[in-house]
């Protein structure tokens, strides 16, 4: 089975850069995934990551190393509207995902 | 846009009630998921389907049903609601599986009294 390890509470300023870590236990690997739900929304999609290293999108990135299991998105230029949180996923057997628990990070100013 | 829609926003339901959550989607994806999110356990799959007619068993079906007679419609089944079945649930699409992007409604928060 799947399992995925992530803080459940980060906290940072605005302006800061913050990292959000994800640690993931799979059967096999197809890659990492990010989503960014605001409270009351529906979650949104963010990055995917494959293969191994960075990419980044805007102020957002996310890293991936395989040989660790290990991933991490990271924000930059943090602002008020950051505030949400931040569930990583793996695809599971067949075409589902699995999604972790989720960070929720604030933003204070 | 890829578009999908939930039919109620909140729906409060008394104890043993058979209960539809529906969900439209408008792009034509292949897989349609359900979830629920409750606090601190993050979005779990109830049932997924990759197919018209064809669904499989998430990690917590357990109480529900689902049916998807037509590839835009996946409708969720509560046959005899339970309180501990009051949620947020959660519907996605996605054209292809794995790892690929799936769109989510914006929730149906249930109570069961």
């Known amino acids: 089975g799947q399992s995925l390890e992530q803080p459940s509470e980060v906290t940072a300023v605005e302006g800061a850069i913050v990292q959000i870590n994800c640690t993931y236990q799979?059967?096999?690997?197809?890659?990492l995934s990010w989503y960014q739900q605001h409270d009351g929304g529906a979650p949104t999609f963010l990055s995917y990551?494959?293969?191994?290293g960075l990419e980044e999108t805007g102020r957002f990135s996310s890293f991936l190393s395989r040989s660790d299991s290990y991933g991490y998105l990271l924000l930059q230029e943090l602002q008020m509207k950051d505030s949400a949180s931040y569930f990583c996923a793996v695809p599971g057997g067949g075409n589902k995902l699995t999604f972790g628990t989720g960070t929720q990070l604030k933003v204070e100013l | 846009d890829v578009k999908v829609t939930q039919s109620s926003r909140y729906l409060v339901k008394r104890t043993g009630e058979k209960v539809f959550l529906e969900c439209v989607q408008d792009m034509d994806h292949e897989n349609m998921f359900w979830y629920r999110q409750d606090p601190g356990l993050g979005l779990r799959l109830i049932y997924f389907s990759y197919d018209v007619k064809m669904k499989e068993k998430g990690d917590i079906p357990e109480g529900y049903s689902v049916s998807r007679e037509k590839k835009e419609r996946f409708s969720l089944i509560l046959e005899s609601a339970s309180t501990n079945q009051t949620s947020m649930y959660l519907c996605?699409?996605?054209?292809?599986?794995?790892?690929?992007?799936?769109?989510f409604g914006a929730g149906t928060r249930l109570s069961v009294l």
């Open positions: 799979t059967s096999g690997f197809y890659g």
């Open positions: 996605a699409s996605s054209l292809t599986g794995g790892g690929d992007i799936q769109y």
């Open positions: 990551n494959a293969l191994d």
